[in-house]
């Protein structure tokens, strides 16, 4: 019996972790304190990273976007909840658009607030709205 609870609970996880990082979004996780605690692999390619994130301050990861940061950090404090859309962000020498929204979780996990963020490209969409747009 406890073998194959054991056998289920390892089948979730891996069904959670495969819709995780097949989802066409990038999704972020964080403790409170901005140590990223998850990245699904879209993440990782819309923001260009490679390498070990998880376990390390976003402010350390993206130290050129203080100043987004801490306006993401103040929009949490003040309702749990921040969202920015058509964001100009410049990355490997590269403008990207993307929309942003975060989320403060409900309760506290290991004495830490989560929050997750959900970042959707609209570079392609952006660059074809300019496009017609010149057309008109």
Known sequence: ENARLYQR???????????FNNMLNGVLTTYGNG??????????????????????????????????LTEIEKALAESGVYKSYNQKILINGKVKYLNISVSRFEGKFE?????????????????LEDHLHKID
Do not use: C, H, M
């Open 35 to 68: 140590i990223v605690t998850s990245i699904n692999d879209p993440a990782r390619k819309i923001l260009e990273l490679n390498g070990k994130v998880t376990g390390e301050s976003v402010y350390k990861i993206f130290p050129e976007y203080n100043n987004l």
């Open 111 to 127: 004495n830490q607030v989560p929050t997750v963020t959900i970042i959707q490209d609209q570079t392609e969409r952006k660059a």
């Open 9 to 19: 609970i390892i089948s979730q996880r891996n069904f959670v972790n495969d819709v």
